[in-house]
């Protein structure tokens, strides 16, 4: 099995920063496509950022030009900074990827969350 981990989710005052990371563990074959995902109360789960393999990266539109997604293959983790934080930015942010798994003679692709960290942005 896999677990996606991640960490450095807390309080943070508007205009400050946060940096999180996610890091994948267990019987990891590679690593496709990650990203980061976040979900205020009452409202739907909406992609944040994403990045390939080839760390190719795509932002939501709310947060372009503050946030920057990256990630480090060596450590199959993935990090979001976040920057110029605003108090529409609090919600649960989660973690997300693609992984391949080697199952005796076979691969097998699936796709993981993590458990979420509660983000909050207020003064």
């Known amino acids: 099995q896999v677990q996606l981990v991640e960490s450095g989710g807390g309080l943070a005052q508007p205009g400050g920063s946060l940096r999180l990371s996610c890091a994948a563990s267990g019987s990891i074959f590679s690593i496709g496509a990650m990203g980061w995902y976040r979900q205020a109360p009452g409202k739907q789960r909406e992609p944040v950022a994403t990045?390939?393999?080839?760390?190719?990266?795509n932002y939501g539109d709310s947060v372009k030009g503050r946030f920057i997604i990256s990630r480090d293959n060596a450590k199959n983790t993935v990090y979001l900074q976040m920057n110029s934080l605003k108090p529409e930015d609090t919600a649960v942010y989660y973690c997300?990827?693609?992984?391949?798994?080697?199952?005796?003679?076979?691969?097998?692709?699936?796709?993981?969350w993590g458990q979420g960290t509660q983000v909050t942005v207020s003064p």
């Open positions: 997300n990827a693609d992984v391949t798994r080697r199952t005796g003679a076979f691969f097998k692709r699936e796709n993981y």
């Open positions: 990045i390939s393999s080839s760390e190719s990266t």
